[in-house]
């Protein structure tokens, strides 16, 4: 008996033996980003050429912005995790369409734009730490009775399709029960132009980059930004999804921007001349300027 009770023990050690040894959890593989990254020497950084002061060509044909001057702080520390410093940075041009696509595929392997952080976008995509904090709004001529959504009633506006300013404009103008003709535009200049050209009554679009259009218009005097802000828009990098080796890297160079306080001198760079952060732009970086 005694016999039969130590082999039945020796088996039932063995088979948790080998129970614990087959559940024993594998390390983590190397992340994808980071080892595309390793294998070509370079990260590839996702930009929009007209998002003015966010993420833009500069006049010497090198893509610029307050987003891209953050990004380039996230390739040093990446650079530095896969053994190349410093790194080589790929700039490629997306669209508002395709930048997610771009993501997921792994075209870029960062979108350093406007990218309003949706809970449906993350069904595709990730995101890092917020990076700023925006709100939709209209751009009108100067003298317009358009003081915001309630006052679209029969009149036009244009907007970005599938932007999130565009859903939240619908929702607005459909709360505030305003019919209003809303214009489908391709780009930021396409809607000036319209909104110059008499075509539309208004333009819709994040407010910081309507500053933007208005800090490189020729004429900026002839336009306004009406003082309503229909939306909340925090911003945020896409990245590829359960890739947290990498997001970790981007929100670790994030969060030390933001404790040290060196993206209020990356702040002023862009955007001194409007004046200091707002009061809710602070509380972000502090909320988001998380411990070593």
């Given amino acids: 008996m005694n016999r039969i009770l130590c082999s039945c023990l020796q088996a039932l050690l063995a088979a948790c033996f080998l129970l614990s040894s087959g559940s024993a959890p594998a390390a983590d593989p190397l992340s994808a980003t980071l080892d595309a990254i390793k294998q070509r020497k370079a990260i590839v950084i996702g ?67 406007t990218s309003t952080v949706t809970l449906a976008r993350m069904s595709k995509v990730d995101f890092t730490h917020m990076t700023f904090i925006d709100g939709g709004s209209l751009l009108v001529k100067r003298g317009s009775a358009i003081a915001g959504i309630p006052a679209l009633v029969d009149e036009t506006v244009a907007v970005i399709p599938g932007t999130t300013t565009e859903k939240s404009l619908r929702a607005a103008l459909e709360k505030s029960y305003v019919k209003a003709k809303v214009v489908a535009v391709k780009t930021h200049e396409e809607g000036m132009a319209a909104l110059e050209a008499g075509k539309v009554t208004a333009y819709a679009s994040d407010r910081v980059l309507l500053i933007g259009l208005l800090a490189k218009a020729k004429n900026p005097e002839t336009f306004a930004i009406a003082p309503e802000q229909f939306s909340y828009e925090p911003y945020g990098f896409a990245v590829r999804r359960n890739d947290s080796a990498f997001r970790l890297i981007a929100n670790t160079a994030l969060a030390r921007l933001y404790r040290s306080g060196d993206v209020i001198a990356i702040f002023d760079r862009w955007f001194g001349k409007l004046g200091k952060p707002s009061p809710a732009l602070v509380g972000m970086y502090l909320m988001h300027a998380t411990p070593e």
């Fill in 47 to 113: 930009y929009l050429k007209d998002a003015y002061p966010m993420s833009f060509i500069g006049q010497d044909g090198t893509p610029s912005g307050y987003s891209l001057e953050l990004c380039r702080a996230i390739a040093a520390d990446v650079g530095k995790a896969v053994g190349l410093d410093p790194i080589k940075i790929q700039y490629v041009p997306v669209t508002l369409e395709g930048r997610f696509d771009a993501v997921a595929s792994g075209a870029v392997d960062i979108e350093c734009g």
